[in-house]
């Protein structure tokens, strides 16, 4: 079942989240924007809450379960459908790239989500999925305060490498890694890899069988 219930009754203390935040919004927003294809194409997110990371990274399309929060992005212009990750109301090769963030850790079931996102990408598309690196100082600290939180109670959190290890078995090809928010560093700083950084994007690309044996 969607795990929705916390962001239908607590819509505003998400949103109000990135402003009080608004520094660690921004190097999770210049991660991924770091992954993105230099030209716009046709793109969705999937769980796009309240367009937070939509708008600016110029995606107008997103699947959300909560009525609330995509009531939000709908008021900002998105066009947003409701469904979730395991089931997404669109065709096959829709999309040149889908976007998930901070959305894997609430998914009930991962591979079939992946599935979703690879079957609704056109080959040669691309996927990139933002997160919470379990593994990291920060992944730690939700960990030892998970019962307290009013929206990360029911998540699952998951290290960079079995994101990666997600996407492999789901047929994509990772081709980057960034990471942002790194202990003792300023906020902005992006690196490539993972390994020290609390929110970690990966890139994965659904191959395009038409390019094997390319160099």
């Not at 190097?27 to 769980?47: D, F, R």
């Not at 107008?60 to 395991?86: F, H, N, T």
Request: with cysteine; glycine share 10%.
């Amino acid at each position: 079942m969607p795990k929705t219930a916390a962001f239908e009754r607590f819509a505003d203390a998400y949103d109000g989240w990135f402003e009080d935040h608004r520094s660690l919004y921004e190097a999770e927003l210049q991660a991924i924007g770091q992954l993105m294809p230099p030209s716009e194409v046709e793109a969705m997110e999937v769980g796009v809450g309240s367009g937070k990371f939509a708008l600016p990274l110029g995606i107008r399309v997103g699947v959300e379960p909560s009525e609330k929060m995509a009531a939000r992005a709908r008021a900002l212009g998105i066009d947003v459908q409701a469904g979730v990750a395991e089931a997404l109301p669109y065709p096959d090769e829709r999309f040149d790239l889908v976007l998930m963030v901070t959305t894997i850790c609430f998914l009930d079931n991962v591979a079939t989500s992946l599935a979703e996102c690879s079957r609704v990408l056109r080959p040669g598309g691309s996927l990139i999925v933002g997160f919470v690196d379990k593994a990291s100082d920060l992944g730690q600290r939700y960990l030892q305060k998970q019962g307290e939180s009013r929206f990360y109670g029911e998540a699952t959190f998951f290290s960079a490498a079995e994101v990666a290890a997600y996407l492999r078995d789901a047929g994509f090809i990772v081709t980057e890694t960034r990471q942002a928010l790194i202990p003792d560093e300023p906020p902005g700083l992006i690196k490539e890899g993972s390994g020290r950084g609390g929110f970690i994007a990966i890139k994965g690309i659904k191959p395009d069988p038409r390019r094997e044996g390319e160099r």
